[in-house]
């Protein structure tokens, strides 16, 4: 039986090891990882010898966190350019 995983977080990655050394042993396992978190070298190493084969193609947490960070900055460029027209106490 072939079985296809399109993983995009660590846990999903954890469970899909777990399942094709156990349940799935006998099949031929591949992988689309979904880069949405840093990978070492051994990782890589890792999955490549326990999947058939592995796609490794670009996450969209990487843009989403750019995105949150500029956000922020002008969030607090707003917060700092406030005037205080009166004090309360």
């Known amino acids: 039986m072939k ?5 995009h977080t ?10 094709i050394k156990n349940r799935f ?3 031929n396992n591949d992988l689309i990882l979904f880069e949405d978190f840093k990978l070492t070298e051994d990782i890589t190493t890792t999955l490549q010898d326990n999947f058939n084969s592995v796609l490794f193609r670009p996450g969209q947490i ?3 966190n750019k ?6 900055e ?3 460029t707003q917060q700092t350019n406030i005037e205080i027209d ?3 106490g």
């Not at 995105?67 to 922020?72: I, V």
């Open 3 to 7: 079985n296809l995983f399109v993983i």
């Open 86 to 88: 009166r004090r309360l």
């Open 62 to 64: 990487y843009l989403k």
């Open 25 to 27: 042993s006998n099949n």
């Open 10 to 19: 660590q846990y999903s990655l954890v469970l899909s090891l777990g399942i």
């Open 74 to 76: 002008q969030y607090k």
């Open 67 to 72: 995105s949150l960070d500029l956000a922020a």
